[in-house]
């Protein structure tokens, strides 16, 4: 038999008719080629028939490890629905080809880049090698779907070129910074429509744990960070964070401009690979991050960015978080400022010191800029934005 390695993983390829004449040499040559091996899959792309003595041995097998089959044909695929073995072992089908020559560009960002295939449907090419990660943000978007949030229904995962790629239906829409540029002169009814849907986002809870507590990704950066701080930094930041009260609201994580749609006047996410659950503190603190901290030493981040000067940049995050906590007595919602200062270059001195995202000669002075702030932040120096 054929065999292959991807990303650790034994791949055995199966090929031409299983049947009760062929099941049981073929079971010994499987776990001869097995060994002592705990990660292995099967390659169906050159099976042709499976028959129910083949569907037991792959359950027998199951028992021992949790095992996948890809590249499985339509007809194969047809066997595994109609059995019910699809809802018992993950079958993957072939990926289909995509190619973007022509398509319009309607957004970019760090993970990848969005092009429209039609007016129904878009296709997110990611600069991610790893296909768990891109399965995990399609499996996120689906959930968050079932969820009831507002966003891009994901149909399937493609090649594109060298590239992977996701494919979303989202019917008639405009990319939220175009948007948002076509109508300056309006910015004011814009900063409360951001700010709403934001807060419907935060309104939709989940206990499941399908998402990942967004305060647990914060403190391991925190932790990554730590050769550049003080113990008395470190420790009153760990001390402060472990305080933020711990919620269940659905946490984009990124929720800036270039990752929400506009269709027929609802907003909708796209790039649902940050979603994760917690205080809704932090989802301003990343805002905080894209609108603010990255302007502060190239003043034109912005603009290469989001096509915004630091002004109306500055501007469309201050007003956005007041409408946000507009019920806030004042002293309250300057605690929550000073919070989102600090959550804000956490992640930031993460992104730049441990990451190393940005522009390299500006990385010393964006490190000691962030660790300033974090220590007067300490001493109680700061007061807010």
């Given at each position: ?66 095992i ?9 695929y ?27 560009k309607?957004?970019?960002?760090a ?107 914060y ?92 002004d ?9 978080v007041?409408?946000y ?61």
């Open positions: 038999m054929e065999k292959y390695i991807e990303n650790d993983i034994l791949y055995i390829c199966l090929k031409g008719r299983i049947s009760s004449d062929n099941v049981d040499a073929l079971e010994v040559e499987i776990r001869n080629l097995i060994g002592d091996r705990t990660e292995y899959a099967f390659d169906a792309e050159k099976l042709e028939y499976i028959s129910s003595a083949g569907l037991r041995l792959l359950l027998k097998l199951k028992k021992d490890n949790d996948m089959v890809v590249n499985v044909s339509s007809a194969i047809e066997i595994f629905e109609m059995t019910g073995f699809s809802k018992i072992i993950k079958i993957k089908r072939p990926m289909r080809q995509l190619a973007i020559e022509g398509y319009e309607i957004g970019e960002g993970m990848g880049t969005v092009y429209r295939i039609d007016s129904d449907t878009i296709v997110k090419v990611y600069n991610l090698e790893d296909l768990c990660n891109i399965e995990i943000e399609v499996a996120k978007a689906k959930d968050a779907f079932l969820l009831g949030i507002p966003t891009a229904i994901p149909f399937d995962i493609v090649k594109v070129g060298d590239k992977y790629g996701a494919v979303f239906e989202l019917i008639k829409s405009t990319n939220c910074n175009e948007y948002f540029l076509r109508h300056l002169n309006q910015a004011e009814e814009f900063y409360k429509k951001y700010a709403e849907f934001i807060k419907s986002i935060h309104s939709v809870e989940t206990k499941d744990n399908i998402f990942p507590k967004i305060k647990d990704m403190l391991e950066q925190l932790k990554a960070v730590k050769n550049v701080l003080s113990d008395e930094v470190y420790y009153k930041l760990f001390e402060d964070l472990n305080k933020i009260a711990d919620m269940y609201s659905v946490i984009h994580g990124d929720i800036q401009l270039k990752n929400l749609m506009i269709s027929d006047e609802e907003i909708v996410l796209i790039d649902m690979e940050t979603l994760s659950v917690g205080n809704p503190i932090f989802e301003f603190a990343g805002l905080y991050m894209t609108y603010i901290l990255f302007n502060k030493h190239e003043p034109n981040n912005t603009e290469k960015f989001l096509g915004i000067n630091k109306t940049s500055s501007q469309l995050f201050y007003s956005t007041r409408n906590y507009n019920y806030l007595p004042y002293e309250e919602y300057n605690s929550v400022l000073k919070q989102i200062e600090m959550l804000g270059n956490i992640r930031f001195l993460f992104l730049i010191y441990s990451v190393g995202i940005g522009i390299p000669e500006l990385r010393e002075t964006r490190i000691r800029d962030s660790v300033e702030t974090l220590e007067k932040y300490v001493k109680g120096e700061t007061n807010g934005f």
